[in-house]
Structures are given as C-alpha cells and as structure tokens.
C-alpha cells in the first residue's frame, strides 16, 4: 500500500491552486465596481465571495489562518507583558504554543487523537491490502470486470454515511444536510461509474456480480461501525479506496491509450456527463468552483479519463472530512450562502474572510473516539441546527 500511496499523492489534483491567487483580485478594484450598476454590483460581489468561499474547504488557507491569529495572540501577550522589541519573536512562538497545549508544550487530547489517526490509517491499509489482493486474483486479465466490482463496493460507503447520519437526524443529535447532499451525489456519481462498466460487458458472469455484491454487503456494516466509533476512520477506508480506485483507471490509460480512443463512448457515459440535469454532478465537485467542469466525451478513452477523474474528486472529499472541525458545504449551498451575504461583505475583504473561517473552527464530538478524546469540551454541532 506505500507504492500505492506514493501514486495517489502524487496524482491528487490541486484544484484550489487557481482559487488563491484570485481571492483578492475582484477588492483591489473596489472604488470602479461601486460606480457600476446595482445589478452588475451585485453580481460582481457575488462572484468574488463566491471565490472566497471555495476557501471554506481549503485545508492549507485555514491552517494559514489559524498560525497567524495564533501568531497574533502571541504577539498581544507580548506587548501587554513588555515593551521591549526583542522578546517579541519569542513571545509569539510562546503565544501560539500555549493556543495549542495545555501550557507546557504537550497537548494530550492532540497526541491521542493523532496516535488514534495513525492506527485507524494502519488498519485501513490492512483491509484495503486485502480486499485489492482478493479482487486481482478473482478477475485477473478481465479489466471491465475488475472495474465492474470496483464500482460495486465503492458506492457503497456513502450509503453507510448517510445511514448514520440520517440516525443521527432522526435521534436530534445533530444534523448535516450538506454532508448528506454531498454524500448523496457521490453515490449516484458511482453508480453511473457502475452502468458504465456494466454497458461494457463487466457484469456479464454470475459469478462476478455474486462475488462483488457480498463483499459490499460486508463492507457496507464495515464503514457503518466505523462511522459511529470515528467518522475520521471510516473517511480515511474511502480515501483509501479511491486512491486505489485512481491509480488502477490511471494505469489503465496509460496501457490502453490507442485502443480505447478507437472505441466509441457507452451511450450512458455520454448522457450523464454531457446531457440532462448536472445539478448532482456538479454537487460532488468539492474542489471545483460550481459549474467549472463539463467533461469531453468523444470515445472511449475520454469516459475513462473522466471516471478517473472523478476517483480524484471523491479523493479529495474524503481527505477533507478527515479534518478536525471541516465545516463541508456542498457546492450550491456554498453559493447561497455567499450570494445572500454577498452585500454585507463584498467589498470588506477583510471582515468576509474571518466570518467565512470563524465557521471553520466549530467543532462537534464526532463519534466515539473523538467524544472520548475531547470528553467535556462541549461537542454540540451547530451546523444545520433547528432555529
């Protein structure tokens, strides 16, 4: 699984990295957009706080965010302590340290919950390394059918994650309709992945589809446990999956090129990408300003190019719900949000962005393992909460 993970980090997309360079383009011209019309102001400020807010599910902008007000706080300790210039270095080292310990340099509840991360990362592996070496044993020299019992399992875990979560709804724990939405879209996502493969022969033997449909059953209450012991855990097993997911359709290309761009595209590859509704499609793009990517299929190779890429996306989804206190919105309510506030905040750059990143700092005691680590802290989620 080391060569594995190796492949995936280096094949993971970075779709944000246009995303901060433009952040503050549209504010530097604040005085020009004010002398335009109402309606041109308004989309002119709903775009760029559209822009911003693809920066709610930026890891690295938020840890940036978060070094510098700790950097910040350290340097208030400082001044309010001593006036002299050469223990300011020093005080906001001391400053961000004590944001994050408990005074001493060791933070307990972050050494457990990194220590609990690396075991449920070795576990994961274990099954994944399993399960991969189950499956190209069973459908060795059969590609379409391989991928065919890829797709079968892989949609199954937003299955468990919305079935838990839909638990959780219906006790008044807490709700995530955005988790929901986009989980949701990823399913279907899949499940087109899986016609695909069928419309291609992969499906064509009993014995295949009997094999692939038992081991997602099992999978299935596999992903369940782990969701209400630790939502981390469970994300990190897909991520893990689609890493493998990603390399296997990259290889794949890269073997075939020639003789899949000589194959016409699957009519139902050609529907979903290209024609019809793509409000879902458009749902699990994470990473993607909403309404960017509308794939090119001409043959064959271009369906196989654009379910890769699809691997990546749900890859880069999965990464993110690892994170402590993600804050996920799904692309259109992402947009609403920034589209209602768009006249508060547009043009005050500044005030718009701690708003945006204070959302990313609620937290909520998120299954077992994390209620245990941060047991009195106060873990109620306040996303998507009853008025």
């Known amino acids: 699984m080391g060569t594995l993970r190796v492949v995936a980090d280096r094949a993971r997309p970075r779709a944000h990295a246009r995303t901060r360079a433009d952040t503050h383009a549209p504010m530097a011209h604040a005085s020009l957009v004010a002398s335009l019309a109402p309606a041109t102001v308004a989309r002119a ?145 899949e499940y087109h992945h899986l016609l695909i493969m069928e419309s291609l022969g992969g499906a064509e033997r009993w014995s295949d589809r009997f094999v692939a449909q038992h081991i997602a059953v099992a999978y299935f209450w596999i992903c369940v446990g782990q969701y209400l012991i630790s939502p981390r855990w469970a994300y990190n097993l897909l991520e893990q999956v689609e890493s493998h997911a990603y390399a296997t359709y990259d290889g794949f290309l890269n073997a075939n090129e020639d003789a899949l761009k000589a194959q016409p595209a699957p009519r139902v590859a050609v529907q979903y990408y290209t024609k019809g509704d793509l409000y879902l499609f458009d749902e699990f793009q994470t990473g993607e300003v909403r309404g960017e990517r509308r794939p090119k299929i001409e043959n064959l190779y271009d369906v196989f190019v654009n379910v890769r890429n699809d691997e990546a996306e749900h890859m880069k989804t999965m990464e993110f719900c690892q994170r402590p206190g993600n804050g996920l919105r799904s692309p259109s309510s992402r947009e609403a949000k920034v589209l209602l506030s768009a006249e508060a905040c547009a043009l005050e750059d500044k005030a718009c962005e701690e708003n945006l990143d204070a959302s990313m700092g609620e937290r909520s005691c998120e299954g077992l393992v994390d209620c245990v680590i941060n047991f009195g802290t106060g873990a109620v989620e306040t996303q998507d909460m009853k008025p």
């Open 45 to 189: 400020r709903a775009h760029a706080g559209h822009r911003r807010s693809v920066g709610l599910i930026n890891p690295a902008r938020r840890e940036r965010v978060a070094m510098r007000r700790r950097a910040l706080a350290g340097d208030r300790s400082s001044n309010e302590s001593s006036d002299s210039p050469s223990s300011s270095g020093a005080s906001e080292v001391s400053g961000a340290a004590r944001a994050a310990t408990n005074g001493d340099g060791f933070d307990p509840s972050r050494f457990a919950s990194e220590a609990a991360a690396a075991a449920e990362r070795r576990v994961n592996g274990a099954l994944i390394g399993i399960a991969v070496d189950v499956i190209d044993r069973l459908y060795a020299g059969r590609s379409y059918a391989r991928f065919h019992a890829l797709e079968t399992v892989a949609r199954v875990p937003y299955f468990s994650f919305m079935s838990v979560l839909h638990m959780y709804e219906t006790f008044g724990w807490w709700r995530k309709a955005d988790y929901l939405k986009v989980h949701f879209a990823e399913t279907m996502n």
